[in-house]
């Protein structure tokens, strides 16, 4: 632990011991509220105009193409390597004909039990970005999500409890959805 984390770690613990009243509790609540609430944001809103105005707004389709190029080619790259584990490891496709023969749980599934539809919605935001705008993007992402998860929901996850059953249900119980727990 650094000096100054353990510095504060201390002065914490010590505040937390002592008797206040509540004239200073109110006062502490209003003035952290108020620099949380208040005084941060703005500078937080101060610095991203002036980024976005003096920085970002001249360069801005620049950015938004680079920024398109970036999710479109990570999204086909998650696409990719689920493509080759389920190939590789279960012994399938990612085509519900022809479907995985074990479950997989490694790879790209270690992070979301949904890479594969994770690589499509970041791909349609990035095509959607490119092609048009931003809020292009955004709304095949949004509308890419839902059709995910009803597809998921509705379809593909109670068929894959019928197929696998308990270790299914232990993976999902464990895994997120579609947005993916980086740290174990």
Request: hydrophobic share 50%; glycine share 8%; proline share 6%.
């Amino acid at each position: 632990m650094s000096r100054f984390t353990e510095t504060y770690v201390k002065t914490v613990a010590d505040a937390a011991d002592k008797d206040r009243s509540e004239r200073y509790t109110v006062a502490a609540v209003s003035i952290g509220g108020g620099a949380f609430l208040i005084v941060l944001p703005a500078i937080l809103f101060g610095l991203c105009y002036l980024l976005y105005e003096y920085i970002l707004l001249p360069h801005s389709e620049a950015v938004r193409v680079v920024f398109a190029w970036i999710a479109t080619l990570g999204g086909l790259a998650m696409l990719g390597w689920t493509a080759f584990v389920q190939s590789e490891i279960g012994k399938g496709t990612p085509v519900p004909l022809a479907p995985p023969r074990k479950l997989i749980v490694t790879g790209p599934y270690r992070y979301c039990r949904n890479p594969m539809q994770l690589g499509a919605v970041v791909y349609y935001f990035g095509l959607g970005t490119l092609l048009s705008s931003v809020w292009i993007g955004i709304l095949m992402l949004v509308i890419g999500l839902i059709m995910v998860w009803l597809f998921q929901s509705f379809l593909e996850e109670p068929e894959l409890e019928q197929r696998f059953g308990q270790e299914f249900d232990e993976y999902r119980a464990k895994t997120p959805f579609i947005f993916p727990k980086l740290r174990r």
